[in-house]
């Protein structure tokens, strides 16, 4: 496995896990549980941001893994 295919895959994993975290901070009566949830959701969109990034540094010095 390439790691430009790991980042994807990663990436793929994290956007899956910011759906769940909106469904338990929807879900929660508890409002510091639901900050919590949000604020877990802010740290991920931001690990996110970083990772589709570094994707890109990775396309554009490494042509070949372009759109793999």
């Known amino acids: ?10 990436i793929a ?3 899956g896990n910011q759906g ?12 510091e549980t ?3 949830y ?3 959701l802010k740290t991920t969109g931001r ?3 970083d ?3 570094r994707m890109q540094i990775l396309e554009y010095s490494e042509p070949q ?3 793999n």
């Not at 769940?20 to 409002?31: F, I, K, M, S, V």
Request: glycine share 4%.
């Open 34 to 36: 639901k900050l919590v």
């Open 38 to 40: 949000n604020e877990a």
């Open 51 to 53: 990772l589709e990034g």
């Open 20 to 31: 769940t975290l909106r469904l338990y901070a929807l879900q929660t009566r508890d409002e």
């Open 1 to 10: 496995m390439t790691v430009a295919s790991q980042v994807k895959k990663t």
């Open 13 to 15: 994993t994290l956007k």
């Open 65 to 67: 893994y372009k759109g």
């Open 47 to 49: 690990i996110i941001n």
